[in-house]
Nanobody, 119 residues
């Protein structure tokens, strides 16, 4: 069973940056990894995803140009660099693993890390 742990969340002012890390308990080389977020009272939404090879990425329109996803399979880590953060980016951020491609169903989830954007 693959275990995922998110880290790097916190409180940041609007316009600031945070870098989230998803660390896996075993190799991630066969898994696509997606980052999703859930704001209070709202449904969970996927914000970005990267394929197992790292060759394909996609992002929600709301974060394009501000969030960058990357991975280091040697370290079993996936990163989400978040720049120019806005209050509407506030929420719990989760990483999830799916087989090879972002279009596959998510099989494993982390517990989440809180991101709060506020002045």
């Amino acid at each position: 069973q693959l275990q995922l742990v998110e880290s790097g969340g916190g409180l940041v002012q609007p316009g600031g940056s945070l870098s989230l890390t998803c660390t896996a308990s075993a190799t991630l080389r066969w898994y696509a990894i997606g980052w999703s977020r859930q704001a209070p009272g709202k449904e969970r939404e996927r914000v970005s995803c990267i394929s197992a090879s790292g060759g394909l990425t996609n992002s929600a329109d709301s974060v394009k140009g501000r969030f960058t996803i990357s991975r280091d399979n040697a370290k079993n880590m996936v990163y989400l660099q978040m720049d120019n953060l806005k209050p509407e980016d506030t929420g719990i951020y989760y990483c999830a693993a799916s087989r090879a491609y972002c279009s596959a169903p998510d099989e494993y989830w982390g517990q989440g890390t809180q991101v709060t954007v506020s002045s």
